[in-house]
Structures are given as C-alpha cells and as structure tokens.
C-alpha cells in the first residue's frame, strides 16, 4: 500500500521540519517527508513523478500532519476487567484521539507481572489493536510492593518500563532496587506518588473545597512525600525515574529542584491537572473524580509553567475508562479515572491558544519527548521510520459528547465543552483509520 499525503501543514520536531510539504508512505514505513517550497529550491524530491499514480493520495489541506501521538500511560484493561475497555476498544479510542502508539498499564487481572500476561497483550493487540500497544510490567509481583517481579524476563518479553501505577512502592528498599535496575536494563521505573496512610479515604483535594462539600480529603503532602522520596533514591541510584501524573505546586518545584541538581528524572501531568480545579467537584459529577485529584488554581498555574519550562515533559492521558456502574455510585464509592484518550490532544491545544506552548513544543510533549523516554522508535517522520502519522484539522470546533467515544468509558469531566482540533486521520503502521 502506497499513500502520499499532500497539501497539509507537516511539523516534525524531530527533524525540525514545520511546513507545507508531502510525505510518501510504502509498506507501513514512511518513504520520504519533503517540504515543497524547500524543496524547489534546494533539494529534489526522491519520489519520482512516474510513480505518482501508484499512490493513494490524502488531501490534508487546512490541516497539519504529525508524527503520531504517543501516550506513555494508559489503562487498556484488559486481561480482567474486559467490560470496563478492551485492547480493540481502548486502541480505536486512542487512533481517534491521534495517537499510534499507546503503553498500557499493569493493573490488569492478572496483574502484568509475567512473560504470560505481557506476551497475551502484545499478541491481542497486533490481531487487534488500531495503534502500537507497548506493556508496562509492574515493579512488583501482584503490585504488593513486597518482592520484585522478575524485570529481566519481562523486558526480553517486550515490556518498555515498569511501574506499579494505580499504586505507589510502598517499601522504599524495592523501589531502590528498582531504580538500580532501571540503570541496568535502561528502562524507565514510573512512578505513581501516593502516600497510601495520608491519602486513606480521601476521595478529592483537600482544602476549603473539600471542606465545604463535606468529602474526605487527599493532601497534596501524599503526593510530594513520595516524589521527594524517589527524587532522594534516583540521586542515591542514579536510576532512570520518570514521575507520572503530576498535580500539584510542590511537586513541580521539587522535580524542577532535582533537575537543577542534575538528576535523572523525567516527569508527566495529564490534561485534567492544567485544565480543572477542585472547584468543579461542586456539582458532586463523579466522573471529576480522579487520582492524584484535580487541584487549585495555584497548582494548575504551576503545572503550566513546568510544562512551559521544561520541568514537566510529557503529557500522558492516564486513560482510565471506567463503565458506568463504577460512576454512578455515591461520590465517596465512586471509581477514580477520567476517559482521556479522545479528548487530550484538543486539550493541549488550550495551551498552545492560551501562549504557554507552542504547536511544536506540544507535539514534542505528546509525541517526541514519551518516544524518548520509553525507547520506542515513534515521534517521527523520518524516512524509513513506522508510517505513524496524524492529521488534525486545527480550527475545526467540536462539542465532547462521551457517549460517542470510542473507548467504552464514557467517564469524561469534558463533556459538553467545546473544543477545538478534529482528528481527521490517524495512519498507524501505514493502516488509515478515519471517521469522516
Ligand atoms: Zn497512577
């Protein structure tokens, strides 16, 4: 199958290419990615004109082209929890939110702290899957923080980091074992920053608002205890951390802090914490309940200039797709988790209208910096790389309806904002996937 997309907007920040152009694809891989003003004048297109008519072609006018986004943190759910996402569900909600490649989380049933359970996902997801599924295999066997899980077999198995997300590493002398061996196999240890005896119970942010609705609430104190602590065991280790879902103030200085000091620490947030405040939890909506929750102003205003500065450099979704009966329940009962592949670009893209990033720096967020991290070879459109591309129409507006997702959580705090930035096409591995 041969595809040339022309007339769009083509940003690659990994070739630092931002222009009209044309991109060439064979055979899942990308042929060649020219920009046609550039190209008049110093360099000739290697795609000769005879061939033309043996290409599809995609008219991406009015729209920009880029490397395939990429989320580090995702909760496919399956194997277990089948009726809350799938592989095929959770992978077609993510081609539709524009991105090609996803990493999914562990706390699956079984959890994935086997060469079973790894080699089950990658497996269903390449009969399955509309995007590139890389599995995250947990720390720790059964994600008990009590015994290492056998890290070796499962990287040779596939797994691109391990975390033990949905849960923090409780025992500090695992996780220092973990980071050891992070800098061993050069693999990522995420963590989920949580201190379970501060956080017992809570449901929301702790402050006046939490105060006010009468729920129980999560200090953010449980947060940043754990990032200082695995901020002190990367510096002790010098093994390769990467925080995930960052939500408040003192975490952004902490982890802006330590790579001050020149440790090895990546760091994620996700839309909700640059886009909600614990304010929205007044209508007592379940599906604004999330961990680490929605914070204050304060916060998100930190959040934006971490992600500005360079302090935090992922955005991740943390996909958690719940079905509807663990959402209508009493807030306090309630799952936590936002649906949040199909909405995340859009909300990136505020930043973007609201002059904290610029288009390139938030598909380097989205796309370059997760490729990076994980050490998957996506986040770009250079010649001879995975044919993983998204065309997004900028100015198109659309109201979230989550009914209409994709993924089988409609479990989305968005619903009914209007947003800006369609999805036009997502081509995975070469394979187009559109819904126009
Ligand atoms: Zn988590």
Redesign the pocket.
């Given at each position: 199958m041969k595809i040339l997309i022309k007339n769009g907007r083509i940003i690659d920040p990994s070739q630092d290419i931002d222009g009209i152009g044309e991109v060439f694809i064979e055979n899942g891989k990308i042929r060649e990615t020219t920009i046609v003003q550039k190209r008049r004048s110093t360099e000739a297109r290697k795609v000769k004109t005879s061939e033309l008519s043996n290409f599809r072609t995609i008219d991406a006018s009015g729209c920009i082209v880029i490397p395939g986004l990429v989320d580090m943190?995702t909760h496919l759910r399956e194997p277990g929890f089948e009726y809350k996402e799938t592989i095929k569900t959770g992978t077609k909600a993510a081609a539709r939110g524009g991105f090609t490649a996803v990493c999914c989380?562990p706390n699956t049933n079984p959890v994935n702290d086997t060469i079973a359970v790894t080699e089950f996902i990658i497996k269903k997801a390449l009969q399955e899957g509309s995007c590139t599924v890389y599995p995250i295999g947990a720390i720790t066997k059964s994600q008990k923080s009590e015994e290492l899980a056998e890290l070796e077999a499962l990287k040779r198995s596939g797994c691109v980091a391990f975390?033990d997300?949905?849960?923090p590493v409780t025992n500090s002398l695992i996780m220092r074992h973990a980071l050891e061996y992070s800098k061993i196999f050069d693999v990522p240890i995420i963590s989920?920053?949580?201190d379970l005896y501060l956080s017992e119970g809570g449901v929301m942010n702790e402050g006046f608002v939490s105060t006010i609705l009468g729920l129980r609430g999560i200090p953010k104190a449980a947060e940043e205890i754990m990032v200082a602590r695995d901020l002190a065991l990367c510096q002790l280790t010098g093994g390769k951390l990467h925080i995930?879902?960052v939500s408040t103030k003192g975490s952004v200085d902490l982890i802006r802090q330590a790579k001050e000091r020149g440790i090895n620490v990546t760091a994620e947030t996700c839309p909700h914490y640059f886009s909600l405040t614990d304010e929205s939890l007044v209508s007592y909506d379940t599906n604004f309940k999330v961990?680490?929750p929605v914070r204050t102003e304060k916060d998100v205003e930190a959040i934006k200039q971490g992600l500005k500065d360079g302090t935090i450099d992922v955005i991740a979704t943390?996909h958690a797709p719940h079905h509807i009966d663990d959402k209508t329940k009493e807030f306090d009962a309630a799952a936590f988790g936002i649906s949040g592949l199909e909405t995340a670009f859009s909300l990136g893209l505020q930043l973007v209208e609201q002059g904290i990033l610029n288009l390139k720096q938030l598909i380097i967020n989205m796309s370059v910096t997760p490729s990076v991290i994980m050490r998957i070879p996506k986040g770009t459109l250079s010649s001879g790389s995975d044919a993983d591309i998204a065309i997004i129409n900028l100015e198109h507006s659309f109201v979230v309806d989550s009914s209409r997702f994709l993924s089988k959580g409609k479990n989305s705090p968005f619903n009914g904002w209007s947003l800006k930035g369609t999805v036009e096409k997502t081509i995975s591995m070469g394979k187009v996937h559109d819904w126009t």
């Amino acid at each position: 199958m041969k595809i040339l997309i022309k007339n769009g907007r083509i940003i690659d920040p990994s070739q630092d290419i931002d222009g009209i152009g044309e991109v060439f694809i064979e055979n899942g891989k990308i042929r060649e990615t020219t920009i046609v003003q550039k190209r008049r004048s110093t360099e000739a297109r290697k795609v000769k004109t005879s061939e033309l008519s043996n290409f599809r072609t995609i008219d991406a006018s009015g729209c920009i082209v880029i490397p395939g986004l990429v989320d580090m943190h995702t909760h496919l759910r399956e194997p277990g929890f089948e009726y809350k996402e799938t592989i095929k569900t959770g992978t077609k909600a993510a081609a539709r939110g524009g991105f090609t490649a996803v990493c999914c989380m562990p706390n699956t049933n079984p959890v994935n702290d086997t060469i079973a359970v790894t080699e089950f996902i990658i497996k269903k997801a390449l009969q399955e899957g509309s995007c590139t599924v890389y599995p995250i295999g947990a720390i720790t066997k059964s994600q008990k923080s009590e015994e290492l899980a056998e890290l070796e077999a499962l990287k040779r198995s596939g797994c691109v980091a391990f975390s033990d997300d949905g849960r923090p590493v409780t025992n500090s002398l695992i996780m220092r074992h973990a980071l050891e061996y992070s800098k061993i196999f050069d693999v990522p240890i995420i963590s989920h920053c949580e201190d379970l005896y501060l956080s017992e119970g809570g449901v929301m942010n702790e402050g006046f608002v939490s105060t006010i609705l009468g729920l129980r609430g999560i200090p953010k104190a449980a947060e940043e205890i754990m990032v200082a602590r695995d901020l002190a065991l990367c510096q002790l280790t010098g093994g390769k951390l990467h925080i995930a879902h960052v939500s408040t103030k003192g975490s952004v200085d902490l982890i802006r802090q330590a790579k001050e000091r020149g440790i090895n620490v990546t760091a994620e947030t996700c839309p909700h914490y640059f886009s909600l405040t614990d304010e929205s939890l007044v209508s007592y909506d379940t599906n604004f309940k999330v961990n680490p929750p929605v914070r204050t102003e304060k916060d998100v205003e930190a959040i934006k200039q971490g992600l500005k500065d360079g302090t935090i450099d992922v955005i991740a979704t943390d996909h958690a797709p719940h079905h509807i009966d663990d959402k209508t329940k009493e807030f306090d009962a309630a799952a936590f988790g936002i649906s949040g592949l199909e909405t995340a670009f859009s909300l990136g893209l505020q930043l973007v209208e609201q002059g904290i990033l610029n288009l390139k720096q938030l598909i380097i967020n989205m796309s370059v910096t997760p490729s990076v991290i994980m050490r998957i070879p996506k986040g770009t459109l250079s010649s001879g790389s995975d044919a993983d591309i998204a065309i997004i129409n900028l100015e198109h507006s659309f109201v979230v309806d989550s009914s209409r997702f994709l993924s089988k959580g409609k479990n989305s705090p968005f619903n009914g904002w209007s947003l800006k930035g369609t999805v036009e096409k997502t081509i995975s591995m070469g394979k187009v996937h559109d819904w126009t």
